[in-house]
Every structure is written in C-alpha cells, then in structure tokens.
C-alpha cells in the first residue's frame, strides 16, 4: 500500500514568512509524528498526535511552531515568522497507535524548507 | 532522558566484507532500540527492531542486529557488503516504560562501500 507522503517536497521562503507543510500517514495508522532534521544531525521529535489530539508537543522549539490535524489522518505543521535556522528537513512518520511502545514508525520522504 | 550514541560518522568496507555500524544507547529503564537507513533525499526506511526476546534480531536486506544490555550497545552487522548498502544509516531508542511514544535518534553513520 501507499506509504507516508509529505508534500511539498522542498519549500523556499523568506524570513519572517508563514509555511505549512502537510503530511498524509499511512492508512489506518492513528499515530502520527513530526521529527525536524538538520544538515549533519538525526532526527529530532517535535510532536506526537494519538488520533487528532496532540499527545505529546514537548518536542516544539517555540511557540511560532503548531501543528494540527483535525479529522485524525492529515496532519499540517505550521511555522509562523520563519527564521533561517528554521531550515532543515521536516519528516513525519505514522505508526499503528495500538498503543504499544515497541510499534515501529514509518517515514515520509520529508519536506525540506529553506529560509532566505 | 534518552540518548544514542554512534561513535563513528563514517564507515568505509570493501564489497563483500563483513560490515558493523556502531551503536550504544542510553536510557532510564529497558529499551527497545531501532536502525533506520536513509538514502539520498529520501526518508528513513526501518531495518529492524529489538523488542525482547533474542539478543540477535534479523532484518531486511541480510541485515542484523546484536542487543548488548551489559554494554548497552546495539550494533548493526551484515555479513558480506554490497555497493548498493551505502546509505547513512540511524540508530534510535525508545523507553519501554512510560508514555513517551518518540524516538530518540543518535547522529548518523555514513556507510560507503567500496567495489
């Protein structure tokens, strides 16, 4: 079946602008990430939703930062007043949402924003 | 708090040799512990998963995994390399315990072999 996609896949816009970036999961998958890589570095976690309610937003950096995802499925990250060290890879993964720790998460191709 | 741990940013092996990327993990409890492989502007694709059980766990592609709890590391070995294995490849933990659901990534090895 069709695996997580992320769009758009790359994104330029300048500082202070506002973006969003969505993220369709797998199907049937409740659980929902955001993960922001940067040049050099491993993922880091922003957000965990558990069907449409934010489970875990301990990972946001401020509070220009917010994602939603209303109906359980989509899900938009939003970055408001962007700055350039915003710039990075934004990944979403999906997993099951059995509620088991041990669920193995599924990767997006990511969406890569540049700020100018 | 979690942490990962890959000690070497760069990898290199000869087609055919056995490979191992490196991987120690620290966590407040047990973990379960995952490797993930990325290719070039794409996402990160799982490789496998230790849960319990087998301290040895087989995944995609001829690839293994060997969970040391005493050493705390879970290194990532295949027995013989391809070309097609280079890739940058992530370790990540997760405690069991809890209700954090995130992984925890550590900063990446870049895998090259070389035909």
């Known amino acids: 079946g069709a695996g997580v996609s992320q769009t758009p896949s790359n994104k330029v816009t300048e500082k202070g602008k506002y973006v969003e970036l969505r993220c369709d999961p797998i199907s049937g998958h409740t659980a929902l990430y955001w993960y922001r890589q940067s040049l050099g570095q491993g993922p880091e976690f922003l957000i965990y939703?558990?069907?449409?309610?934010?489970?875990?937003d301990s990972g946001l950096p401020n509070d220009r930062f917010f994602a939603v995802r209303p109906e359980g499925s989509v899900s938009t990250l939003k970055i408001q007043r962007t700055e350039r060290g915003d710039s990075a890879v934004y990944l979403c993964a999906s997993s099951l949402g059995a509620g088991v720790p041990q669920e193995t998460q599924y990767f997006g191709p990511g969406t890569r924003l540049l700020v100018l | 708090a979690q942490s990962v741990a890959q000690p070497e940013d760069q990898v290199n092996v000869a087609e055919g040799n056995p490979l191992t990327v490196k991987c120690t993990y620290s966590?407040?409890?047990?973990?379960?512990l995952f490797w993930y492989v990325q290719y070039p502007n794409r996402g990160l694709q799982f490789l496998l998963k230790y849960i319990t059980g087998d301290n040895l766990v087989k995944g995609s592609y001829g690839f293994e995994a060997e969970f040391n709890k005493s050493q705390t590391s879970f290194h990532l070995k295949k027995p013989s390399a391809l070309v097609s294995d280079s890739a940058l490849y992530f370790c990540a933990v997760r405690v069991q315990s809890g209700s954090a659901r995130q992984l925890t990534f550590g900063s990446g090895t870049q895998l090259t072999v070389l035909p």
């Open positions: 939703f558990q069907g449409t309610g934010a489970a875990d």
């Open positions: 966590v407040s409890g047990n973990p379960y």
